[in-house]
Antibody, heavy 117, light 108 residues
Framework: QVQLQQWGAGLLKPSETLSLTCNVYGGSFSGGYWSWIRQPPGKGLQWIGEVSPDGNTDYYPSLKNRVTISVDTSKNQFSLKLSSLTAADTAVYYCARGLDWIGVLQWGQGTLVTVSS | SSELTQPPSVSVSPGQTASITCSGD??????SYWYQHKPGQAPLLVIYKDSERPSGIPERISGSSSGTTVTLTISGVQTEDEADYYCQSADSIGSYVIFGGGSRLTVL
């Protein structure tokens, strides 16, 4: 049974960089789609980006200039970095395992990240 | 940019049928996916590739597609079905993933 466990700082200041990591337990890490998705308070889900089985990354257009998703297969983990934070980046951030390049089969527990001075 | 449009809210009585629509140009050539999201929980995939059900999802939950509109149908609605439902797909050329704004299903 694959499990995703994520961690990272929950309170950041404007202009800082968000850094979250997601560990994959109980299953193969190679060959999967791994993504990050967020939900601002009171709003809907927003796809941030993903890494595909061949190691390529795709990002949501409006976040592309600030986002980096990376993988460490030796540790069965993948990470998210989002730079130049503003209050608009306050959200619950989820790591996720893809069913395919669009669908999400499994989600992490979510991390509330608050951006405030 | 590509968008998916859902009604903000849908209300039904227990035992009735709820239909939630999702519209967007990219749905004409991209698969749709649906998630059920309850407060304090991670979203749950209930439909993938327009009409397929993951294991464990009851048959009373179904999906369909017609042109640029997809529909999630929940038959025999139960109080436990009360949640936010999100459709998901991709932009027309398949370079990024998009979500609809979400629909809150209220069971009266």
């Amino acid at each position: 049974q694959v499990q995703l466990q994520q961690w990272g700082a929950g309170l950041l200041k404007p202009s800082e960089t968000l850094s979250l990591t997601c560990n994959v337990y109980g299953g193969s890490f190679s060959g999967g789609y791994w993504s990050w998705i967020r939900q601002p308070p009171g709003k809907g889900l927003q796809w941030i980006g993903e890494v595909s089985p061949d190691g390529n990354t795709d990002y949501y257009p409006s976040l592309k200039n600030r986002v980096t998703i990376s993988v460490d297969t030796s540790k069965n983990q993948f990470s998210l970095k989002l730079s130049s934070l503003t209050a608009a980046d306050t959200a619950v951030y989820y790591c996720a395992r893809g069913l395919d390049w669009i669908g999400v089969l499994q989600w992490g527990q979510g991390t509330l990240v608050t951006v405030s001075s | 940019s590509s968008e998916l449009t859902q009604p903000p809210s849908v209300s039904v009585s227990p035992g009735q049928t709820a239909s939630i629509t999702c519209s967007g140009d990219s749905l004409a050539n991209q698969y749709s996916y649906w998630y059920q999201h309850k407060p304090g929980q991670a979203p749950l995939l209930v439909i993938y590739k327009d009409s397929e059900r993951p294991s464990g999802i009851p048959e009373r939950i179904s999906g369909s597609s017609s042109g640029t509109t997809v529909t999630l149908t929940i038959s025999g609605v139960q109080t436990e079905d009360e949640a936010d439902y999100y459709c998901q797909s991709a932009d027309s050329i398949g370079s990024y993933v998009i979500f609809g704004g979400g629909s809150r299903l209220t069971v009266l």
